[in-house]
């Protein structure tokens, strides 16, 4: 009979080939051209997929040492600080949601990095607590490096946990709910907050609508991957033991996470608009004198969409759309 434990050597490097490959391709862009993935969610997705990574490693971590000695102490540690950092980074770029279209706020660039400070030294710091209250070590009971269950501070971290995760999924579906139904209302307020070609207003309403609706899987990760924790805590702090249920549970939701990140981040509009903006200049920059797509006069009919008019060349047609698109990934990086 197959177990958990045999699926998850298999779910795991997939998950974390995926969250690499959300991570190259972000620097692959970032060297080639910043202003391409210069979005918010973004960069945060960044954090997530790191999260990722280090969810998938702890697995093969845990399962290769089992000796009571300090990097036991140190695997446990890294176990619950990818936790933390997950949960918080998820909440963060949850939250970044919330603040441009609940409550309408432009996220600025000194408050994206206090984000990232936020993030990281909350999550540092929680770990760091718990290991000086001397509860990371290898449990006797599970014969594994995932923290010591048999002391008092083991229900104080196992609570703060279950609760964390618990508050993690809530905050994530009530934001994501809000926003789904009251999309139509936030996209005219955020659009009625920029500058824009009007020309391009119908293309870029519908397109950030999409966005922002493939962009609310990002926040669906968690609560597809967190609840079988919760389980898993909550169970474990009554009756000091699992079920198979939850094992298998617990065992494919985080085996799923770095592939869920990677879903939602490859069908991301930007980064689509990215990849077909950076085909355009290789396809067309030899076709001008300065190797870039620069506005001219360009026939009105382009601007309709319209390619039949003979006057009109498909290059002009193609700096119409290039010039679009770029206004888009503009008009998109506070999001």
């Keep these: 009979m197959i177990t958990i434990y045999q699926v998850t050597p298999i779910l795991h490097p997939i998950g974390m080939a995926c969250a690499s ?13 910043r202003s391409l993935v210069n ?16 969810t998938h490693t702890k697995d093969f971590l845990i399962k290769n040492h089992r000796e ?15 936790t933390y950092l997950y949960c918080f980074t998820n909440i963060a770029v949850t939250y970044n949601f919330q603040r441009t279209f609940i409550q309408g706020i432009n996220t600025t660039f000194r408050f994206e990095i206090l984000t990232w400070i936020a993030v990281l030294t909350v999550s540092l710091g929680i770990t760091i607590i718990f290991w000086l209250l001397g509860t990371f070590g290898f449990d006797p ?4 490096c995932v923290g010591i269950t048999t002391n008092w501070v083991f229900y ?6 279950w609760v964390l995760c618990g508050f993690t999924v809530a905050y994530c579906t009530i934001v994501t709910l809000l926003i789904h139904f009251k999309l139509r209302e936030y996209v005219s ?13 119908a293309r870029h309403r519908k397109e950030i609508t999409q966005l922002i609706q493939r962009g609310l899987l990002y926040p669906l990760s968690p609560i597809i991957t967190q609840p079988p924790m919760i389980a898993y805590m909550v169970y474990y702090l009554f009756y000091n033991n699992s079920t198979e249920f939850i094992q298998w549970w ?8 770095g592939v869920l990140t990677a879903i939602a981040f490859f069908i991301d509009i930007t980064l689509l608009k990215a990849l077909n903006s950076i085909y355009r200049r290789i396809k067309y920059k030899d076709q001008n004198d ?4 620069q506005y001219y006069d360009i026939d009105p009919s382009i601007m309709m969409g319209d390619t039949s008019n003979s006057r009109i060349s498909k290059y002009d047609h193609q700096v119409f759309t290039y010039k679009s698109q770029q206004e888009f990934l503009d008009l998109t990086k506070e999001l």
């Design 156 to 161: 104080f971290r196992g609570n703060f946990q």
């Design 39 to 54: 979005r918010v969610t973004l960069r945060l997705i960044g954090m997530v997929a790191v999260a990722d990574i280090f």
């Design 189 to 201: 307020n955020y659009m009625n907050q920029k500058n824009f070609n009007t020309i391009n207003e």
């Design 141 to 144: 009971i599970q014969k594994k």
């Design 290 to 293: 300065n190797s870039q797509l």
């Design 250 to 257: 617990l065992g494919i939701g985080y085996g799923l996470s």
């Design 68 to 82: 009571n000695d300090g990097l036991c102490t140190f695997i446990s540690a890294f176990t619950y600080f990818s």
């Design 21 to 33: 490959l959300v991570l190259v391709t972000l620097l692959a862009l970032i060297i080639y051209d």
